[in-house]
């Protein structure tokens, strides 16, 4: 490719609201460019390097067995009703009516799909198992879209989902993409940790993500030392140790409270005991509109993904708000660990009932015995409360958010880390067969059987950013050589009197040789701006052709500092290994 | 590929709905299946095909040196405003609105999107010319799909988009365009016929059609025998025949007519003369509400095309109700060719005024002295007409439909043709650099100039349900060997008492020579079943591999009938060529 009528040059001056370096390459280098807020334009270059991000994934997944196939990018609303996901994915789901009154969503995942292509075929326990795949173009309707390429509102993903007899043998199938997976992202460029996640609105029980350690990542999780535990932020897990369970319980006591005593903090200064010692709060509302009362020892917090999972809601909680305080009788630091119900009738948004409200227990109320706080007035509070005795709720579980340095299950150290998610694998098990009417197949004795499912996704340009975010310096982009979006960068260098076309020959010679080359043939730039637009744009490979250098080239690795003259036909063996 | 474990089986039952073979054959062999009316499923062997047929048209498209990139497929529904587009194509535009209120269009064809991404850059005459492409989905809110995948309401489509500094240079790209599309066809296995064509709403001055001819396509052109002249019927011009000019004019009169005179047949038979010598009326009603009243020469048709380009109209025409004939106080019948006005007050759509009546008159009005008709009442209508004496319209223009046997503007006969559109290319000039602000480049001079620009097509689906429609026989598909989806079906058959791995083993070998096999190892299907399911799915070679052979293997030709009995070696030999 002639650099000249490339389209997408580089470029020096990129938007300050740019933060994320792999992000600001992308555009400065002229791989992308945003169209409107989470939707990008793919320019040439960028194309390039999806396209071969794509082949890899490609390969191992035929390698694997997967077929590729792909479904309509609209999907009959009909089916994300089956199962119930209209509602559950709702807040980023995208629908659309057409002229004729049918409804549709725009493709985000895409399971109804392909379960609904699968049963219009009868299957034989013979046909079994099967994992096939697509890449197509993905929404979700995102609040915020951010860090360029890493959390978008369109883009392409392969999403692979697999057909199996039964729940051993989907393990293999489960066994084998995490290897696949594992392969795929050494080829792409990087080192994966595993890490156990939450499923959100996918269903099944459990998953994983691929994570690539970075501290410029959202993705935190929490691993031991030595890797044997690995697990997402919102579902870590660990252990509560026992405060002071050998202490005698104390009567329940109202006791008096200076004025100036409102938030923990104070707490801690009026009574000189540490956070463990005191009922905390966290007050959320359900879809529905009922008010959710958390309660957890003071020094925990609440993993809303936890809560969320415990209530079996399918939408994530919001935040209280005062005006839903007040409908509980209550204001912001004044919650109670029991006792609150709806003061305001409330209707339910849409069930037929009121709302309610509905306390939830943390397994760390067990910890601890004569809890300060829980009925917190102007001047009063409660103390010596031993959970079990003084209050219980219906309600209990593991609602606490993980942290370093707590104990992991495996009895070592949680090590906080952060990273970028370029790749998750579900279990998806029974929960689309049974859900949707003729997920089955024949087996060997004749009966009807749902089959057992997993899906797979990565998403392509997630991990076109991820590479650069890991092979970049100070002057651009360093592209690993199997995802490059030209293997040589060929700079011509050329004095004013000079009419040689030298640099026109080798670049006709090398692509002639197979060799992928982008070539800068511009006649009115300078030597040192064609250098920083080769280090910007970060082929593995610079080619220097230059009058001065008599019949050799100029090679330099980007990745390196050295450079050498060689012989055109050295330059080829070279590239050709 | 195992086919025991391939995903999309041959299948027997077919929808009675399917009526064209093309369609049948891919439901039937397992490359398609419908998800709801007019979206399908590509299934592991129709994507195969389709990606083969990709990478011809990506091929060309590159060394004729175009460049790739993408889209989003949600476009800004602020750039259709732009072009005023979002009207004009409203009928087909699928609209979204995101959840914090932003508008989108969903692609079906991406000028605005191209010419927005071009202008986020400083284009200099240096640039230029270039021209970008994308293969990506498309939409088309079609009131009706048929014909499987040629008239969908989403596909796959390679768009490209030249950005030329003038004119001139424009038509060099034009040019090579079409040159690129005729190879494309011919590699995809068949002649196409290069048709004048509208240009919808897309804009700009001319555009051509790339179709095959075949008597299934709902493509209907007129083609001179010489092939000088090809057009689609919607713009096909001819020559118009003085029919009796050289008459003198009579005085204008109202004459009885008995009551049975309704139809224009009735007139024939009543006044013993051919149909050129009546006036016909055509009454149809534009987006506004505004009545179109076309008059014009009794044996030849309205185009509806021509009538709403005289007519400057976006939006097709739609045939007038009888209620639209009430609001211009006639009904069916007795419609004047001249004289009628708003009768009942009508507010137009969006413009601020009343809808008004809109005489057209066709040409062909001054090819005849004396017509009848024109004042058509109960029992009198008018005779001794005479265009530009008795009534004369504002409009005039060339709004007739051509047909088979009328004279061609090159002085031959037309021939009606049908056929399938695979293909467009378009002239769009100015159309978008005008009316997008900024879509301009720096030249020479300093100035900024808007780029001249063309569009080019080619949707995949359609090209590859064409390509069965053109290559097929009674048992089922033969693939060209370019894009079968296999080049090989290997079909084993085992004596029951057998546990041979030998096809097993030519399976493995010739993958490993780099055939693409697929291998019908299924142990409970009858050698009938087999081969019939192998011409059905139609790859170019049939090998069978049968204890009976001994070492050597059956060599068979889908579109061929020798069967022969070859070496191994030899077999791998021939495929390799």
Redesign the interface.
């Known amino acids: 490719?002639r650099y000249?009528?490339?389209?997408?040059?580089t470029?020096k001056t990129v938007s300050n609201d740019i933060k994320m370096t792999s992000h600001k390459l992308l555009v400065q280098a002229g791989f992308i460019?945003e169209?409107?807020a989470g939707?990008?334009?793919?320019?040439?270059l960028?194309?390039?390097v999806?396209q071969k991000i794509m082949a890899i994934i490609k390969e191992e997944m035929d390698k694997a067995?997967a077929?590729?196939?792909?479904?309509?990018?609209?999907?009959?609303l009909e089916l994300w009703k089956e199962t119930n996901r209209n509602n559950a994915a709702g807040?980023e789901l995208?629908?659309?009516t057409?002229?004729?009154g049918?409804d549709f969503a725009?493709g985000g995942t895409a399971e109804e799909?392909f379960v609904?292509?699968?049963r219009?075929?009868p299957l034989s326990y013979?046909?079994l198992?099967?994992n096939?795949y697509q890449f197509?173009?993905k929404?979700r309707?995102e609040?915020r879209a951010r860090g360029g390429l890493l959390r978008v509102?369109?883009f392409m993903m392969k999403d692979a989902y697999s057909f199996d007899l039964d729940e051993e043998n989907f393990k293999k199938e489960y066994e084998k993409m995490w290897k696949t997976y594992k392969k795929i992202f050494q080829r792409l460029g990087y080192e994966t940790k595993v890490v156990e996640s939450d499923n959100g609105y996918i269903g099944g029980e459990y998953c994983h993500e691929f994570v690539v350690e970075n501290e410029n990542g959202e993705t935190k999780f929490l691993e031991t030392e030595d890797g044997s535990y690995c697990a997402h932020e919102e579902v870590a897990k660990f252990q509560l140790e026992n405060i002071n369970l050998d202490e005698e319980e104390k009567p329940f006591t109202i006791i008096d409270q200076p004025e100036w005593v409102h938030t923990m903090e104070d707490n801690f200064k009026h009574y000189g005991k540490p956070a463990q010692f005191f009922l905390k709060n966290v007050v959320s509302r359900n879809f529905q509109g009922d008010i959710v009362i958390a309660t957890i020892r003071g020094d925990l917090e609440i993993n809303p993904i936890k809560l969320q999972h415990v209530l079996h809601e399918v939408i994530p909680l919001q935040p209280a708000t005062e005006e839903d305080l007040a409908a509980i009788g209550s204001k912001t630091g004044y919650v109670h660990s029991w006792g609150h119900k709806m003061q305001t009738k409330r209707k339910a948004k849409t069930e037929e009932r009121d709302c309610k409200v509905i306390y939830v227990a943390d397994l760390s109320l067990k910890t601890v015995r004569n809890f300060v706080g829980g009925q917190k007035e102007e001047i009063t509070d409660s103390t010596n409360v031993n959970y079990d005795r003084d209050f219980k709720h219906e309600i209990e579980g593991d609602i606490a958010l993980a942290k370093e340095g707590y104990t992991a299950i495996n009895g070592q150290k949680l090590i906080a880390k952060k990273g970028i998610e370029v790749g998750n694998i579900f279990q998806l098990g029974y929960h689309y067969s049974h859900l949707m009417s003729g997920a089955t197949f024949t087996d060997q004795d004749g009966s009807q059987k749902p089959y057992y499912m997993g899906c797979y996704g990565i998403g392509i340009g997630r991990n076109l950013q991820t590479i650069i975010e890991m092979h970049h310096d100070e002057k651009g982009i360093i592209w690993p050589q199997a995802v490059a979006p030209y293997q040589v960068h060929l700079v011509e260098l050329r004095s004013k009197d000079s009419d040689s076309n030298k640099a026109d020959e080798i670049y006709q010679k090398l692509q002639e040789a197979g060799v992928e080359v982008l070539y800068d043939d511009?006649n009115?730039i300078s030597a040192g701006q064609k250098f920083a637009d080769a280090d910007l744009i970060g082929c593995p490979v610079r080619l220097v052709v230059s009058s001065r250098n008599g019949d050799k080239i100029e090679w330099k690795k980007r990745d390196g500092k050295e450079i050498e003259l060689i012989e055109f036909e050295k330059v080829v063996e070279r590239l050709l290994i």
């Open positions: 490719m000249s009528k490339l389209f997408g040059k470029t460019r169209s409107t939707r990008y334009f793919m320019l040439p960028g194309i390039r999806q067995g077929q590729e196939m792909i479904t309509p990018v609209l999907h009959p807040f995208m629908k659309i057409d002229r004729r049918a725009l799909m609904d292509v699968v219009k075929f013979k046909d198992p099967f096939v197509s173009q929404f309707d609040l509102r369109e511009r009115d």
